[in-house]
């Protein structure tokens, strides 16, 4: 069994560290001097952020049988 509260937190969790990616990649990008490894390293860590969040929201989603 699923336990939704603990789903629901994770959830929460994956998408603030998502956001304060977005935020760091932004702040990275409008700098004189861009480290494009950081940046790609960065966007790569969002990516797998991104994919995790849609794991956990197709566990929260209930099966529909047709």
Do not use: F, G, N, Y
């Amino acid at each position: 069994m699923i336990d939704r509260a603990a789903l629901e937190a994770k959830l929460a969790q994956l998408e603030i560290e998502h956001s304060d990616l977005d935020a760091s990649i932004l702040a990275l990008q409008t700098q004189a001097h861009v480290d494009q490894i950081r940046v790609q390293r960065l966007k790569k860590r969002k990516l797998a952020l991104k994919d995790q969040i849609a794991k956990v929201r197709s566990e929260l989603t209930p099966d529909i049988i047709a």
